[in-house]
């Protein structure tokens, strides 16, 4: 790399507080809560609560029987699950008897079920079938059979693979995998992050630290734990200050501001696309403003924020909804912003204690003050790297073990905004363009659920596309989306196609996945879905 691009230092982590636990791997961070405050709720899922001692006794008694039925250390387990106490239980028993669990959203495919069960070598695989129908539906389909773990309720236990082999042990048990979580492939194929239990816990730490998170708070998770946001940022966060995880296993705006209210939750962290769907089930029944008793704070993850959620959450709730920045690779949490520091604007905070940042721009040279430039970070949440993919862990973390993120970032006085991907970036008449601002126009019409841009070679230039999901009852038309457009982007911005679709492609978190909306418009086209708008600017065939 030409040039030494200039290096962004956050603050050294503060001394843990005493009265805290220092974990080495996970499960000490339940052992300790179970010792000192055994009688406290950890968590809760609809009418069931589970307290320290309990969830430690039946991650005990898990463990336990994950040997018997002849696990190993290093043996790679899959739990296919949606979230639920017996999620918690069994993911803490896997990491207990040293095996990596292999964590995944019951909600995948058959094929993406298969593909990572395949890739991962599991040793066996287990489903929590009494919280997830998906998850039994795989179950069977695996062959599986049943089983009651006491407290936990009816799991399905795979059969045993007995041509798994496990991977090594680490000298040092905070070295040792903690999650291989499969990326969700919004720009290819799913790879296998190792994340070890120095990079969980480093995240949570520090999460938790910004959140100011306590034993008195009451952490609604309906992020997935298969998330790699729901399994660190959320639940192991939360657990590691002593909090009292409730877990949803689905989404749902009016049963969130129910058990908001019922439950007295005082910390919610989800997708700009949950907010969306709060605001607008308040709407419809002409709640003009949210009052939880408890609720301390909201926060956004998992997907890019824009403006107008921003705006329309905040106003509904009438508290700053704050922001972050993570990848899987890094655990995921990289920046966050401040509750002493409220911004107004989409920034996605600061850096997290002993995390390093850079901006490298064009022809890998640092990118000029002010300017976007593609985002290298390193710091103790880096992953371990790919499973059994040497050469792109080699890629993505270069020897001195800065992680490449392919996301586009700028900093203002020490604060990141992220500003796209870098293989998102459009060349169109010789200019850069970004698909979020775009993206961030879009979304701020009051029709607009979501919108999704992408750009499509044309000859020596690049054209935009735009994807736009309408919300329920929206009557708005390609014609007066682009006039809107029109009104609010340069002319090199402008979206040369709009096409009105049913829904994007999503992940079970929320994200959009971009790669599949290349071939979106020849399908809805033939399906007689699709309603496009092409501006003149560029010729375009569908």
């Given at each position: 790399m030409d040039g030494e691009c200039p290096v962004l230092k956050a603050l050294t982590q503060t001394e843990f507080s005493a009265s805290m636990p220092t974990p080495y791997v996970v499960t000490d961070i339940v052992e300790f809560w179970a010792a000192h405050r055994p009688d406290n709720i950890a968590l809760v899922e609809g009418a069931r609560a589970c307290t320290y001692a309990q969830l430690d006794g039946a991650v005990r008694d898990v463990a336990e029987r994950l040997g018997q039925m002849g696990v190993r250390r290093g043996d790679r387990v899959m739990l296919v699950c949606e979230n639920c106490c017996a999620t918690v239980a069994i993911y803490l028993a896997i990491a207990r008897v040293g095996a990596w669990p292999v964590v995944v959203n019951a909600r995948l495919s058959d094929r993406e079920i298969d593909e990572i069960r395949d890739h991962s070598g599991a040793r066996r695989a287990i489903y929590t079938v009494g919280a997830s129908a998906r998850a039994r539906a795989h179950g069977q389909r695996h062959g599986a059979t049943a089983t009651d773990w006491n407290a936990l309720g009816e799991t399905f236990i795979g059969p045993l693979n007995e041509t798994a082999e496990p991977e090594p042990s680490e000298a040092s048990l905070t070295q040792q995998v903690a999650a291989l979580i499969y990326t969700t492939g919004t720009t290819g194929r799913p790879k296998g992050v190792m994340l070890s239990h120095a990079n969980l816990l480093f995240v949570a730490r520090a999460a938790g630290e910004v959140r100011r998170l306590g034993p008195e708070d009451r952490v609604y998770a309906v992020l997935p734990v298969s998330h790699i946001l729901g399994l660190t940022g959320v639940l192991l966060s939360s657990l590691l200050f002593g909090a009292q995880v409730h877990l949803v296993a689905r989404f749902d705006p009016a049963a969130a501001l129910a058990a908001l209210e019922r439950d007295r939750i005082s910390v919610m962290i989800g997708t700009p696309s949950m907010?969306?769907?709060?605001?607008?089930?308040?709407?419809?029944?002409?709640?003009?403003?949210?009052?939880?008793?408890?609720?301390?704070?909201?926060?956004?993850?998992?997907?890019?924020?824009?403006?107008?959620?921003?705006?329309?959450?905040?106003?509904?709730?009438?508290?700053?909804?704050?922001?972050?920045?993570?990848?899987?690779?890094?655990?995921?949490?990289?920046?966050?912003?401040?509750?002493?520091?409220?911004?107004?604007?989409?920034?996605?905070?600061?850096?997290?204690?002993?995390?390093?940042?850079?901006?490298?721009?064009?022809?890998?040279?640092?990118?000029?003050?002010?300017?976007?430039?593609?985002?290298?970070?390193?710091?103790?949440?880096?992953?371990?790297?790919?499973?059994?993919?040497?050469?792109?862990?080699?890629?993505?973390?270069?020897?001195?073990?800065?992680?490449?993120?392919?996301?586009?970032?700028?900093?203002?006085?020490?604060?990141?905004?992220?500003?796209?991907?870098?293989?998102?970036?459009?060349?169109?008449?010789?200019?850069?363009?970004?698909?979020?601002?775009?993206?961030?126009?879009?979304?701020?019409?009051?029709?607009?659920?979501?919108?999704?841009?992408?750009?499509?070679?044309?000859?020596?230039?690049?054209?935009?596309?735009?994807?736009?999901?309408?919300?329920?009852?929206?009557?708005?038309?390609?014609?007066?989306?682009?006039?809107?457009?029109?009104?609010?982007?340069?002319?090199?911005?402008?979206?040369?196609?709009?096409?009105?679709?049913?829904s994007l492609p999503a992940s079970p978190t929320g994200k959009i996945l971009k790669h599949e909306l290349a071939a979106m418009p020849v399908y809805l086209a033939r399906a007689g879905h699709l309603r496009a708008r092409h501006t003149g600017e560029t010729a375009m065939t569908v």
């Open positions: 907010y969306t769907l709060l605001v607008e089930y308040a709407a419809r029944k002409e709640l003009s403003l949210l009052t939880p008793p408890a609720l301390r704070l909201i926060s956004s993850a998992g997907a890019p924020l824009d403006a107008a959620t921003k705006s329309a959450a905040e106003n509904a709730f009438g508290l700053t909804l704050h922001n972050g920045y993570g990848i899987t690779e890094t655990s995921p949490t990289l920046t966050l912003t401040p509750l002493d520091a409220p911004r107004a604007d989409c920034a996605v905070g600061r850096l997290l204690p002993d995390i390093e940042a850079k901006l490298v721009g064009a022809n890998a040279r640092p990118a000029a003050p002010g300017e976007a430039g593609e985002l290298f970070v390193r710091g103790p949440g880096v992953m371990k790297g790919y499973y059994k993919a040497p050469a792109e862990t080699a890629e993505a973390v270069d020897r001195e073990g800065w992680f490449r993120t392919g996301d586009l970032a700028r900093i203002e006085d020490g604060n990141f905004f992220i500003v796209g991907r870098s293989k998102e970036l459009i060349i169109r008449f010789g200019f850069n363009v970004y698909p979020a601002e775009i993206e961030g126009v879009l979304n701020a019409h009051p029709d607009v659920a979501r919108s999704a841009v992408i750009g499509r070679r044309v000859e020596e230039s690049e054209e935009v596309l735009a994807f736009i999901e309408l919300r329920q009852d929206a009557k708005a038309t390609v014609d007066e989306l682009a006039d809107y457009a029109t009104r609010q982007l340069a002319p090199y911005k402008r979206p040369s196609g709009i096409f009105l679709v049913p």
